[in-house]
């Protein structure tokens, strides 16, 4: 079955744009999850959707902001881009929040920002 | 707040063992996973555990004590390909999952 499909791969934005990032979670998966993944930080938590509601945020600005649709597709939106937000975008689903089959990920976007 | 540390690096030997240790401080539990992240490369599920004890997948175990905060991830008979990020991560009460940095480990011939 096909995994999880982020696009676009690559994205280079001006400060101050504003980008939308795309995930087309596993067939069946409804929960979607987005971190953050920069070489100094790890992975930070973004938030969480399921069943196109927001079950958690992570400690982002309001610059960030998120959406799932009822297909479980979901998008991740970064308004008046900063220097800092430079880094890969990595979406995850799972069957459910609970699931002990953990996250499958997708291969993410890498967003520069200059 | 919520914690999670693991050591940045280690290095092991073709075909010996090696341990990465995980302690956690989290706002609750509801379960603990480890992935492998192969650079340039997304994570990959390997374990979960949310009942103290080991268990066991081929090559690869993971403990977990609840009481102490503790998990470890124990790699046998390593191979060249297990040259990796090793990522632990604790699901909290809210079912928020966190990750800690990472162990890069190399494994050397």
């Known amino acids: 079955k096909a995994g999880v499909t982020q696009t676009p791969r690559y994205l280079i934005k001006t400060r101050g744009q504003q980008v939308t990032l795309s995930c087309s979670p596993i067939s069946g998966h409804r929960s979607v999850s987005w971190y953050q993944q920069t070489p100094g930080q790890g992975l930070q938590f973004l938030f969480e959707?399921?069943?196109?509601?927001?079950?958690n945020k992570g400690n982002f600005p309001g610059r960030f902001s998120g959406r799932q649709f009822s297909n479980s597709r979901s998008e991740m939106n970064v308004s008046t881009l900063e220097l800092g937000d430079s880094a890969l975008y990595l979406c995850a689903s799972s069957l459910d929040e609970e699931s002990s089959g953990g996250y499958t990920f997708g291969s993410g976007t890498r967003l520069t920002v200059v | 707040g919520q914690n999670i540390d693991q050591p940045t690096e280690m290095t092991a030997t073709e075909g010996a063992i090696v341990q990465i240790n995980c302690t956690y401080q989290?706002?609750?539990?509801?379960?603990l996973f480890w992935y492998q992240q192969h650079a340039g490369e997304a994570p990959t599920f390997l374990s979960y555990?949310?009942?103290?004890g080991l268990e066991e997948k081929g090559r690869f175990s993971s403990f977990l004590s609840r009481s102490k905060g503790y998990s470890y991830l124990l790699l046998k008979e390593l191979q060249m390909k297990d040259s990796a990020s090793y990522l632990c991560?604790?699901?909290?009460?809210?079912?928020?999952?966190?990750f800690g940095a990472g162990t890069r480990l190399f494994v050397k011939a």
């Open positions: 959707y399921f069943s196109e509601t927001q079950r």
């Open positions: 989290t706002s609750g539990f509801n379960g």
């Open positions: 991560a604790v699901r909290d009460r809210g079912f928020k999952t966190i």
């Open positions: 555990n949310v009942l103290d």
